[in-house]
């Protein structure tokens, strides 16, 4: 049986979301594509824009578990709200569609996809491709790292069949 998971890298003028289908050791791309919002809107409209594109995402393709990227708080004042917001937006769509929603660090989502927490941009999105065999194209690095998350769950997932600490 495959298990589908969204991946989301949130942020509110960019937000990725990946795909990533897992059936049996293989993984694909579905889907990768970054929710964009102009810096020139009202934030209650971004806010709109990232609820219903999410929401068609969700309904488009039904999967399994959301994963969402939790913010890193040391970032600075001026981006962590509205990041924070979007998040927060993205968390809610996937609550109401009755998905399991589930929150990874970054620092998590890098051990999980190349194997240390220090791994650059360029590393994790080589080792997307490398897991994903290639199978998506991204003009952004959000999208990307949306796959990472996706990937991350995915692995997380393994872990605690084998008895490893719950989430």
Request: hydrophobic share 50%.
């Amino acid at each position: 049986m495959a298990l589908r998971t969204m991946g989301i890298d949130p942020g509110l003028t960019r937000m990725g979301v990946g795909v990533v289908e897992q059936e049996g050791q293989r993984l694909a791309a579905l889907a990768c594509d970054t929710v964009v919002t102009s810096p020139a809107d009202p934030v209650p409209r971004r806010l709109d824009v990232v609820f219903e594109a999410l929401s068609a995402l969700i309904e488009q393709w039904r999967p399994d578990a959301v994963a969402v990227e939790r913010i890193f708080y040391k970032m600075n004042a001026r981006t962590l709200v509205p990041v924070a917001q979007a998040s927060g937006v993205a968390l809610l769509v996937a609550a109401r569609a009755g998905t399991d929603v589930y929150e990874y660090a970054p620092l998590e989502v890098k051990l999980a996809v190349v194997g240390t927490g220090s791994a650059s941009k360029d590393q994790m999105r080589f080792m997307v491709a490398r897991l994903l065999s290639g199978s998506f194209r991204t003009d952004t690095p959000d999208a990307a790292d949306a796959l990472a998350v996706a990937i991350c769950h995915i692995h997380s997932r393994k872990v605690r069949a084998l008895g490893g600490a719950p989430r």
